[in-house]
């Protein structure tokens, strides 16, 4: 019935999951990045916060010590110091962008990996219909993301309250405290509160990277006719696959029939694999897989050999090894050299006593 239907029941193919990632279509949550980024920034903060403190209120000093007798201020002077400003300013807040920078790089790489496409910055007409508009606004996707949106804020807001109620205590002793000791309560209190918001922010990021690949999959979900049509383009129309194996085949015992005769020797499993081999010792530093078949192939090849009076070894683990790591027209590996070295003594001995 779901069938008839055309509905959508079967998981994406592996194509068309790469499709859908070569348009730009990936499962990624920005909740998680965001969620990533906040932490490392804070942490960055918590490091290099002391140092870029030190370097604003150097900044801070230069400019605000400058003498206020404008007769001795001139342009150049300007100049120089709101050149230095701009430098100091930049070499302090680079080791931070930088830092955001490999972050937001590193949180996305670990989502969605490397891509790269401009798929998604086509313009699409499709866009601009509000009545899909509002279908993405009101559907599920916008549902989870409205009510994710209101769970952080609800979130925050009741971990400030926790916290800064239980802070309290120390919160109404910053009058009788000294600026240091006041600095370090309220970096404290901000501290834990960001710790707080941080962890569940991630909790909530991972469970919705979970959903957006559940969602990603719901998506991209085919029909049981979309997918045998793929399969049927990947491996092509069965009659076509038909005629190019009868092809293969009829090609393969040509050749058998050509190159058996010439054989010096046929090696076989006894029955499923039949492998030739000739050797030529002025012309060839190796036996040579001259046929190889199994099954019917192999029985065929037993068959031309015994027609023409090549001579038929049974040697099973040998035959075997020749089969599947030797291609026609390739010289033995030297793994079988001994073997292939025994069998044709045997066949020469018996040659000449035939003789």
């Known amino acids: 019935m779901a069938e008839e239907l055309g509905e959508r029941t079967e998981a994406p193919t592996g194509r068309r999951l790469g499709e859908a990632r070569n348009k730009g279509q990936v499962a990624k949550s920005t909740e998680l990045s965001g969620a990533i980024e906040v932490a490392v920034g804070m942490a960055?903060?918590?490091?290099?916060?002391?140092?870029?403190?030190?370097?604003?209120?150097?900044?801070?000093?230069?400019?605000?010590?400058?003498?206020?007798?404008?007769?001795?201020?001139?342009?150049?002077?300007?100049?120089?110091?709101?050149?230095?400003?701009?430098?100091?300013?930049?070499?302090?807040?680079?080791?931070?962008?930088?830092?955001?920078?490999v972050t937001a790089a590193i949180a996305h790489l670990m989502q969605i990996g490397w891509l790269f496409t401009t798929y998604p910055l086509k313009p699409k007409l499709d866009k601009l219909n509000p009545i899909a508009g509002v279908k993405r606004l009101f559907g599920l996707r916008g549902f989870v993301k409205g009510g994710m949106g209101t769970a952080k804020l609800a979130i925050a807001a009741g971990i400030?309250?926790?916290?800064?109620?239980?802070?309290?205590?120390?919160?109404?002793?910053?009058?009788?405290?000294?600026?240091?000791?006041?600095?370090?309560?309220?970096?404290?209190?901000?501290?834990?509160?960001a710790a707080w918001v941080i962890a569940i922010f991630f909790v909530l990021g991972v469970l919705d990277f979970w959903y957006q690949k559940w969602q990603h999959t719901k998506d991209l979900r085919m029909t049981k006719h979309e997918v045998k049509e793929e399969r049927r383009s990947m491996e092509g129309d069965p009659e076509i696959r038909r005629r190019r194996m009868k092809i293969a085949f009829e090609m393969a015992m040509q050749r058998i029939q050509s190159d058996v005769p010439k054989a010096d020797v046929i090696v076989t499993n006894p029955t499923h694999f039949a492998v030739a081999l000739r050797y030529d010792q002025e012309k060839m530093r190796a036996p040579v897989v001259t046929a190889k078949g199994a099954d019917l192939l192999a029985y065929r090849i037993r068959e031309v050999a015994a027609a023409h009076g090549v001579p038929i070894v049974e040697r099973p683990p040998l035959a075997r090894a020749l089969y599947?790591?030797?291609?026609?027209?390739?010289?033995?590996?030297?793994?079988?050299?001994e073997a292939v070295a025994e069998v044709l003594a045997y066949v020469y001995r018996l040659e000449r006593q035939t003789a």
């Open 44 to 101: 960055t903060l918590l490091v290099l916060g002391g140092w870029m403190s030190g370097v604003m209120a150097a900044v801070m000093r230069r400019t605000l010590g400058l003498d206020s007798d404008s007769s001795s201020l001139t342009v150049v002077d300007m100049a120089r110091t709101l050149r230095w400003v701009a430098i100091e300013g930049v070499v302090t807040a680079a080791p931070f962008m930088i830092i955001m920078f």
């Open 160 to 193: 400030a309250t926790i916290v800064l109620t239980a802070s309290m205590p120390k919160l109404a002793m910053l009058p009788n405290l000294g600026v240091m000791a006041g600095v370090s309560v309220m970096l404290g209190v901000v501290v834990e509160l």
């Open 324 to 337: 599947y790591n030797v291609e026609v027209g390739h010289a033995i590996d030297s793994e079988q050299f």
